[in-house]
């Protein structure tokens, strides 16, 4: 990913919290952070202000994230991210004040925050995952790493906070805890109030760039490619676990980074548990097999049902109603549309053929820093497609006693309709495959 993209989606969300009458955001969702700055810590929260950007995260992360962080300054704690935050504002008020003292004098303004030393802390306890109060993040107060400037030039002003009055930061809350708001609220008190985002930050990550979709499509063929080796080797000794390992083995040898999630494979009977852990049981019947991969950040998501040996006759016929299902919703999708309409193309007519209640999850799910964000494609959504978006279509049917059956792909919402990104045959017979 390019600095300037990075930049320019920092501008873009300074923008959208100006827009909102507030002075910044308090970013504490991993996928989020990563997504504005690089950063890919299992440990941070970006402090994205109307006047700059930083990343508060600990020792551990010293030097990926000098590598890594681009257009906010890091900020280096030691004693948790409330007295952290505490410090960079205290220090952002200050120079604020001694730029509005300079300006009066005749003097340019200026509230860029400088390097801060710091007292030096210990490497504290491992605990939590990038949320304030974890323990995630441990030491003693922050001190500002050197290298990385804010994304934009600083003298603006906040989204109208009085002078000497707290700020307005906005934060996602469905990506915070009420315990943590009320911690920071309490350690914030005077400096900065928090404020309830009623729309989370992750529908702003919904529509891919190119270069995001350029990584998606890299991991795409990774994964088939992966999933195409494995099968090479299914004998019939073959358990579920062996070639769900097998998959996620061969996937790293092509370069990803680690599975999307872990690899589901489950085949007879089994295959009527949506999301089967593989067993030890040899693969037999029908084999729903669902896998992804990691590839510079961005989740692939597939799934495949595949013929080991015999599968009964109502699942055959399942699997062709779950293809037409498939190509019945990406004929629907296209920007503009409603994604509960695209899960009702599909759904309908697993309905009219009598197996409504075998479907009971949606239809897709969005596909990027996550395996499963925005757009949501189901029954009850309210996301509308535009161009950009990444999603699954997925219909299954699922039958206890019998099998099941799952097609997944993932698509692109363009201009003209929905681009399947997945290219692997959909058949039923594993000699299609390799």
């Not at 070639?243 to 009527?272: C, H, M, N, Q, Y």
Request: aromatic residues 4%.
């Amino acid at each position: 990913m390019g600095k300037s993209e990075y930049t320019a989606r920092i501008s873009r969300f300074q923008c959208m919290a100006s827009d909102l009458g507030l002075d910044g955001l308090l970013v504490t969702h991993l996928p989020d952070v990563r997504y504005l700055c690089g950063f890919s810590g299992s440990s941070g929260v970006l402090l994205l202000l109307t006047d700059g950007a930083y990343l508060v995260t600990d020792f551990r992360y010293r030097e990926q994230s000098r590598l890594e962080v681009v257009g906010a300054r890091t900020v280096m704690q030691d004693a948790g991210i409330e007295k952290a935050l505490r410090e960079v504002l205290a220090e952002r008020a200050r120079k604020e004040a001694h730029g509005r003292k300079r300006k009066g004098s005749g003097a340019e303004a200026g509230v860029a925050i400088g390097k801060k030393a710091a007292r030096a802390g210990g490497a504290g306890e491992e605990k939590g995952v990038g949320r304030p109060g974890g323990g995630g993040v441990p030491g003693a107060g922050g001190r500002l790493e050197e290298g990385k400037r804010p994304a934009s030039d600083p003298g603006g002003g906040g989204g109208g906070a009085k002078k000497g009055a707290p700020i307005a930061l906005g934060f996602d809350p469905e990506h915070l805890p009420y315990a943590e708001v009320v911690r920071l609220r309490r350690a914030l008190r005077g400096m900065a109030r928090l404020v309830p985002l009623k729309s989370s930050l992750a529908a702003l990550r919904a529509p891919k760039s190119p270069s995001e979709l350029k990584l998606i499509r890299r991991g795409i063929n990774i994964a088939q490619r992966a999933f195409r080796e494995a099968l090479r080797g299914i004998d019939g000794r073959t358990t579920e676990t062996a070639l769900a390992a097998a998959i996620d083995a061969v996937g790293r040898s092509l370069g990803a980074e680690a599975p999307s999630f872990e690899t589901i494979v489950a085949s007879g009977k089994r295959g009527a548990l949506v999301h089967a852990r593989p067993s030890r049981s040899r693969l037999a019947g029908a084999a729903v097999i669902d896998w992804g991969v990691v590839h510079e950040g961005y989740r692939t998501d597939c799934t495949r049902t595949l013929a080991v040996g015999r599968v009964p006759t109502e699942l055959r016929r399942a699997h062709a109603l779950v293809l037409e299902a498939q190509e019945r919703a990406l004929e629907v999708a296209r920007q503009g549309v409603r994604a509960r309409e695209v899960d009702g193309a599909a759904r309908d007519l697993i309905e009219k053929a009598g197996y409504g209640k075998a479907f009971g999850h949606g239809l897709g799910h969005g596909v990027g820093l996550e395996v499963h964000e925005r757009p949501h494609v189901g029954a009850a959504s309210r996301d509308v497609l535009e161009e950009g978006m990444v999603f699954t279509v997925e219909p299954g049917i699922y039958l206890p006693g019998v099998g099941g059956v799952r097609v997944e792909d993932m698509a692109v919402v363009t201009r003209d309709g929905a681009e399947l990104l997945t290219t692997l045959p959909r058949t039923l017979d594993i000699s299609d495959y390799v």
